[in-house]
C-alpha cells in the first residue's frame, strides 16, 4: 500500500448534488432498518445509518478513509426498505471512486485493469484469439464425444444473428465444459444466436472500483461489439453484475445502443412455456429440494419481481414445485450473498464471511440441498461461505439442471452436482 | 436502448402499504375485486404488532378496558371520529378479517374479543390493545396472572433493557426477574432483532439459544424476550424453543427497527401476488388522474415507468411520516390530488407551547374529510362534494383523529380500509351492472 493520502469528500454537499430533487438525507429518520436490514453493518465498525449520520455532522475524513466502502456491496438493501427510500450505495460509490488507485483492494482495480487490457473486456485478461481457440475446441470435442450433439454450434462473430451472447471468463479461462450446456439450451430451442470475438466477457469490476471513467470505456466497448454483428438483443449470461452494469450504464453515459438487454432466465421462462425446452421434474424421484439465491443486480436493482418470478417458474418446473422452498427473505428483499460489489476480489475474507453468515443462514434455514442461482459471484460466494460454516448445500447453474432434466448433460458438465444428483442420472 | 413502459389494468388500485393500504389489500381479497397495490415502504415496520382499535381516550387518556363501550362513548364526544362513523359490527368484522388472514398466511393473531387485553410494551410499560400476534399472547396471561417470570435481554441488542421492563412492572408483578445472555455467534458489537430473528429460523441456532435460555430462566418456567422469535415463521420458532427448553415463552416488542412489523411486510409482500394481487412495492405514486373510465395512476421502478389504470381507487397514503400529507410554512397538503385538508387555521395553532401538553396538539388531528361512502370532499367538506365518484380513502391520512392518544392507528387503519372497499365495491358494482345494461 502506498502513502498517498485518500482526499476528503464533502459527503453531504455531494449528496445534495446526487439526490434527485425532493430527496434528502436529511430525511433520515434515523429508524436503523437500513442497518438492520444490512449484512455489512457491524464490520469496520460501521453501517448505513452511522455513515449516513456521519455525513449529516461533517465527518468527511473519516468517512473517506472507512474501508467499509469496500465491504458494502452497493447491494441497495438499505435502500429498499428505507421509509425515505435513501440511497446510500451512491456515496459509497462515490468513496470508492476517491481512493487512490493504489489504494484501493488490488483485486478489484487488476481485474479492472485487465478488462481494459485486451478487446475481450474479460477481467481474466484472455485475448480474443484465445477465447474462439477454446470455443472452438470444446466444440468440437462434443461433436466428437456426444454424438447426439455432432452438429452442435457455437457460432462467432455472427453478423445480424439476433442474441448476441455474453460469457463470463471463468469458463472459457477454467472450467470450458461449463459453456456447452449452454450452447446445447440454443441448439434444442433453435436459437439464432452468436459469440463475438470483441466486447464478449460479461464480468465488469470496473464499476465496483468507483472508476466512471474506465466503466464507461468498457460498456462502450461491448455496445460497439453488439452494434457492429447487428444483433437485436444483448442476451445477458447467468451473471448478475455484468446485466446491471450494461443496463445501468446505458441510461448514466447515454450511450446508443440498437438493441435490447435481456437476461438468460427470462428466455429460460419464456422457453419453458413455449414448449421448445421441454423439461418436467420426473428425474428428481428421490424429492430433493432446491432454493434459488435471486441475485441483487438483477432483481432488486433492475428488473424487480417480474424476473424473481420467472426464476422461480423456472426452478419449480425443473425441480417439481413441492422440491421449491424459497428463501427469507427473498426476491426484491433477498440479502446480498456477500460476492458482490467486488467483495470477492477484494482480498478481504474475513469481513466478506461475516457478510455472508446471514446468506449461509438463509440457506440453512430452507434446508435445501442444492441453491440455484443465475450469478457467478453469488454462486462462488455461496460455495465459499458452505465449506466455511459447514454447511452441506451444493450451488448449481441453470443451465446444469435444465440440460440435467433434458437428459443431456454430458459427463465433464457435471462438476456442479453431487452424489444425489449424479445417482440419478446414472 | 428503449425504456418499456409498463401498463397494468385493474378495478382497484390501493395506493398506500402501511396497515390501512395492506388491510384494504387484504378486504378486495376477500371480495374477489381484482386489485392492485402501490406504496413505497410505508411505517408498517414500525408497529410492535399490537393491533389497538381503541386503547385510551383521546381528551382524557384514560385507559380503555372495553373498546365497544369505548366506542360508544367516543360517538358522542368525537362524532367526526373517522371510527364514529362506522357501525361497531364492521370494526369487529374488519378485525376479525384481518386476523384471520393473517393467520392463514402462517402468522397466527388473538381474534378481537370483547375486552381489550392489557399488553406489555418495550418500556415495560402497559397498554391496551385489541388484538396480538400468537406469540405475545403469553406475556399478557403471565402479566394477569402476576406468574414468576425472566424477562431476559441480549448482549448488544439496543432497545429493549429487560432491567428497565422488571424495574417499571416490578410494583405489579413482584416475581418478575431480569437477565441477559449473549445470543450465539453474536456477541460482539451492535446486533439486531432482525439478524437475530432470521438466525433463528434456522435449527442448529434454536438448539444453542434454547441451552442458555434454560440456563437464563433456572427454576422459573415462563420466560418473556424480546421479539425475535423467528421472522417467517414466528409460531414455529416459539413452539419449538418451548419444546427444547420445556419453559413457557413469549415475546415482547421491541423499539424500531422491530421483527413484528418487518413479519407482516414481508409475508404481505409474498403472499399478495400468489394470491393474485398486482402488488408494487417501494414504490411511490407520482401522479394520479382521472377521466371518464377510470383512474391513472403514474409512478417508476429501477426499471422504468408504470401506468396503472383502475376503475377505483383507494388513498391510504397516510399522514406527514409516509408521505400522505406535508406540512409546510404556509399549511398543511394533501401530497398526491392537493385534496383540502382540515386543519388549524394558522402554523401557530398547531402546537401548544409544551410538547407533552396533556391536551395534545392540533396538527395531529389534521387531515381530509371524507362522505359517508368515504369518498373524499371538495372544499373542505363545505358542500359535502365528492372528489371524484372513483375515489376513496383510509387510514391516518383521515382528520378529526389523533390516533397516537386514542391508541387507535390500527383500528382507524383497518376499519376505514374495511368501509372504503365495501363502498369501491359498491361503486364498481353499480358500474358493472350499468355497462351490461348499456
Known sequence: MSNKKIPTINFKEKAIELLPEGASFEACLTCGLCSSGCPASGIENMDPRKFIRMAMLGMDEELSTTPWVWCCTQCKRCQHVCPMSIDISQLVFLARGNWPQEKKPSGIVRSCELIRSTDSTSAMGLPPEDFIFVVQDVLEEVRETQPVFKNLQAPMDKKGAFFFVNQNSREPMSEPDEMVPLWKIFDMVGADWTYSSKGWAAENFCMFSGDEEAWYEVIKKRVDAVNELGCKVWLNTECGHSYYTMWNALNRFGIEADFKLESLITYYATWIREGKLPVNSKWNTKGIKFTVQDPCMIVRKAYGESIAEDMRFVVKSLVGEENFIDMQPNRSANYCCGGGGGFLQAGMTDHRRTYGKRKFDQIAATGAAYVLTPCHNCHSQMEDIGHFYGGNYGVVHFWTLICLSLGILGENERTYLGPDLLALID | ?438
Open chain 2, 1 to 438: 436502448m428503449k425504456e418499456e413502459a409498463r401498463n397494468f389494468e385493474t378495478d382497484l388500485a390501493v395506493i398506500g402499504s402501511g396497515i390501512a393500504g395492506f388491510a384494504a389489500s387484504i378486504f378486495a381479497l376477500n371480495r374477489k375485486i381484482n386489485c392492485a397495490q402501490v406504496g413505497n415502504t410505508g411505517a408498517v415496520a414500525y408497529t410492535t404488532g399490537y393491533l389497538d382499535l381503541l386503547g385510551s381516550s383521546e381528551e382524557l387518556q384514560t385507559p380503555i378496558d372495553n373498546p365497544w363501550e369505548g366506542l360508544e362513548q367516543l360517538k358522542k364526544a368525537q362524532p367526526n371520529h373517522p371510527l364514529s362513523r362506522i357501525p361497531a359490527a364492521d370494526i369487529r368484522k374488519s378485525f376479525e378479517q384481518f386476523t384471520a388472514f393473517l393467520g392463514e398466511c402462517g402468522i397466527a393473531y388473538t381474534a378481537p374479543q370483547d375486552a381489550n387485553i392489557t399488553a406489555l410494551t418495550p418500556a415495560g410499560t402497559l397498554k391496551k390493545t385489541l388484538c396480538v400476534p400468537a406469540t405475545m399472547a403469553e406475556g399478557a396471561k403471565a402479566f394477569a396472572d402476576k406468574i414468576p417470570c425472566v424477562i431476559i435481554d441480549f448482549k448488544g441488542l439496543k432497545g429493549f433493557s429487560a432491567r428497565q421492563v422488571v424495574a417499571n412492572l416490578k410494583a405489579k408483578w413482584p416475581e418478575l426477574t431480569a437477565a441477559r445472555i449473549s445470543f450465539p455467534d453474536m456477541d460482539k458489537g451492535e446486533i439486531y432483532p432482525e439478524v437475530m430473528a432470521r438466525a433463528l429460523e434456522v435449527p442448529a441456532t434454536r438448539t444453542r439459544l434454547a441451552e442458555l435460555l434454560k440456563e437464563a430462566a433456572g427454576e422459573v418456567k415462563v420466560i418473556g424476550v424480546p421479539a425475535l422469535l423467528g421472522m417467517h415463521n414466528p409460531d414455529l420458532v416459539r413452539t419449538d424453543l418451548e419444546r427444547l427448553t420445556n419453559l413457557q415463552i413469549f415475546e415482547i416488542p421491541t423499539m424500531p427497527p422491530s421483527v413484528p412489523g418487518i413479519r407482516l411486510r414481508e409475508m404481505f409482500e409474498q403472499v399478495f401476488p400468489q394470491k393474485g394481487l398486482t402488488l408494487i412495492p417501494q414504490q411511490k405514486v407520482t401522479s394520479l388522474t382521472f377521466n371518464v373510465d377510470g383512474a391513472f395512476l403514474k409512478l417508476s421502478d429501477n426499471y422504468g415507468p408504470i401506468t396503472i389504470h383502475s376503475k377505483a381507487v383507494i388513498l391510504a397514503t397516510g399522514r406527514f411520516l409516509s408521505g400522505g400529507l406535508d406540512a409546510n410554512i404556509t399549511g398543511i397538503t394533501e401530497n398526491l390530488l392537493n385534496l383540502p385538508v382540515t386543519q388549524p387555521l394558522s402554523r401557530t395553532d398547531w402546537y401548544h407551547d409544551e410538547y407533552t401538553d396533556h391536551r395534545g396538539h392540533a396538527i395531529h388531528k389534521a387531515g381530509i374529510e371524507i362522505d359517508s361512502s368515504f369518498r373524499p370532499l371538495c372544499n373542505g367538506g363545505k358542500d359535502g362534494k365528492a372528489y371524484n365518484e372513483r375515489l376513496f380513502a383510509a387510514g391516518i391520512i383521515l382528520a378529526h383523529q389523533d390516533w397516537i392518544r386514542g391508541r387507535s392507528g390500527a383500528g382507524i387503519a383497518i376499519a376505514t380500509a374495511y368501509k372504503a372497499v365495501e363502498a369501491a365495491e359498491k361503486f364498481l358494482n353499480f358500474h358493472k351492472v350499468k355497462s351490461n345494461v348499456e
